[in-house]
């Protein structure tokens, strides 16, 4: 029994160390402005896309796309890291001349060190925002397979390093006592 209380104050002892630590995260990638802005109810169609973010980004591996209400592409391609900002921290792409309706920005940025971020936000030609419940989004600046919370996870982790060496402490003593 003594040996079990040692293992479960050890275990005990081991979480909150690990609890005591920040888990290592990616950056997190900001828009710093965008034209059009997102949301923005435009009465001329632009002939391009804009947005400018807070890092610097790979070109040839992040990408920049805008979508009708049908999510058909209605870019002109090609929408990238604009090449010709020295500091590659922003994206453009080109438009034909847009029919009144809702677009959607979508974009997914690859940072220098490979971190990736995606997102996406509305903008409106001629037209008033749609109303709640229809299919387009707006405004996420993070991903959908955003990771779960670290404390969380560093919690799960803690147990199961707890009951594994219990288990390992409680086997120990069992083979000892027969031998």
Known sequence: ?????LSAWFALLVGIVFLS???ASAHEVEIVKSDPAAGAVLEQPPDRVTIWFNEENQSGKSTFQVFNSDDQPVDLGGG??????????????NLPALPDGAYLVRWKVVL?????SEGEYVFYVGAKPPLAGQPMSSGSSASADSPPNGKFTMWISVVIIALILVILVYLFRRARFRA
């Open 1 to 5: 029994m003594r040996y079990f209380l």
């Open 21 to 23: 630590f920040e888990p």
């Open 80 to 93: 990238g890291v604009d090449l010709t900002d020295p500091d590659h921290a922003s994206m453009v792409v």
């Open 112 to 116: 220098l060190d490979g971190d990736e």
